[in-house]
């Protein structure tokens, strides 16, 4: 009985060491959310607000577009257009705008 005893704790120890590697994979992607966070509050209070506030703009704006994937290429202007909503998308510049 001995053996199968140890079977049985030699398995829980691994499924014990496993979860442990997997919270703390969660607490270090939580740590590093946080320093994110943290990061872009101190630009969006700093003496560049504004430069970085547009910049986290334009990549939302820029990932809601690839994402969505409502704009399709507009031969006659050059740019991206979503023909629903009227708008452009400059790419280049991750402008948008109407015509």
């Known amino acids: 009985q001995e053996g199968r005893f140890g079977g049985v704790e030699a398995a829980f120890l691994e499924k014990r060491a496993q979860a442990s590697a997997e919270v703390a994979t969660q607490i270090e992607q939580i740590a590093q959310q946080q320093i994110q966070q943290e990061n872009a509050t101190k630009a969006l209070s700093g003496v560049n607000a ?19 994937n409502t704009f399709e290429y507009d031969k006659d202007s050059g740019f991206y257009l979503d023909k629903a909503a009227g708008l452009y998308y400059d790419p280049n510049t991750t402008y948008f705008f109407t015509l």
């Open 50 to 68: 504004e430069l970085w506030a547009g910049y986290l703009n334009s990549v939302a704006h820029t990932e809601t577009v690839q994402s969505a």
